[in-house]
T-cell receptor, first 115, second 116 residues
Framework: AQKITQTQPGMFVQEKEAVTLDCTYD???????LFWYKQPSSGEMIFLIY??????QNATEGRYSLNFQKARKSANLVISASQLGDSAMYFC????????????FGTGTRLQVFP | EPEVTQTPSHQVTQMGQEVILRCVPI?????FYWYRQILGQKVEFLVS??????SEKSEIFDDQFSVERPDGSNFTLKIRSTKLEDSAMYFC????WGEGANEKLFFGSGTQLSVL
């Protein structure tokens, strides 16, 4: 079974609108962390937002917020007021449990923002 | 903001040749990582490194791969005898602390390795 599932290979959104990128995860470990990264066409991986499994509130970082629904095992990224520069690949990732260093990534969602 | 630096940005090599990919992590960081991304596929963990030794590695990281921190600033990934399937973007990353669930990984811009 996939640990991280991103079911939207591509999404379109108009500038200034909000968009939600879906991510579901699979783990039986009670302690985990969820991350979103942005990869523009230049290739670098840019950290956007983090949510810990024990965090009571949804994480927010500027225009980014994470809609964390623990019972549904979903960690959707919400981008408000989309900008043309938001066009990029977006990856959801999980660090599963303690005692591990690795992030497990999803397949990504390509977001296109149009004027 | 400080950044992770990777060189070269693009490396072309012949199958069977050795390559060394170089990274300069952020100076006060303690944990270092290599990830790779084959074109069109997901990013995959290769190895993590702390206190001058490997702390975790994936099944991809076989005997052909090695990592080293030769001089306290550089962090290198060596592929001893490259194969066609090693062609990928290789990302170096670092973090000031490890284990636990809340550290932010700082990634470099990547080295695109092309094996011919």
């Amino acid at each position: 079974a996939q640990k991280i599932t991103q079911t939207q290979p591509g999404m379109f959104v108009q500038e200034k609108e909000a968009v939600t990128l879906d991510c579901t995860y699979d783990t039986s470990d009670p302690s985990y962390g969820l991350f979103w990264y942005k990869q523009p066409s230049s290739g670098e991986m840019i950290f956007l937002i983090y949510q810990g499994s024990y965090d009571q509130q949804n994480a927010t970082e500027g225009r980014y917020s994470l809609n964390f629904q623990k019972a549904r095992k979903s960690a959707n990224l919400v981008i408000s007021a989309s900008q043309l520069g938001d066009s990029a690949m977006y990856f959801c990732a999980m660090r599963e449990g303690r005692g591990t260093d690795k992030l497990i990534f999803g397949t990504g969602t390509r977001l296109q923002v149009f004027p | 903001e400080p950044e992770v630096t990777q060189t070269p940005s693009h490396q072309v090599t012949q199958m069977g040749q050795e390559v060394i990919l170089r990274c300069v992590p952020i100076s006060n960081h303690l944990y270092f990582y290599w990830y790779r991304q084959i074109l069109g596929q997901k990013v995959e963990f290769l190895v993590s490194f702390y206190n001058n030794e490997i702390s975790e590695k994936s099944e991809i990281f076989d005997d052909q791969f090695s990592v080293e921190r030769p001089d306290g600033s550089n962090f290198t990934l060596k592929i001893r005898s490259t194969k066609l399937e090693d062609s990928a973007m290789y990302f170096c990353a670092s973090t000031p602390w490890g284990e636990g669930a809340n550290e932010k990984l700082f990634f470099g811009s990547g080295t695109q390795l092309s094996v011919l």
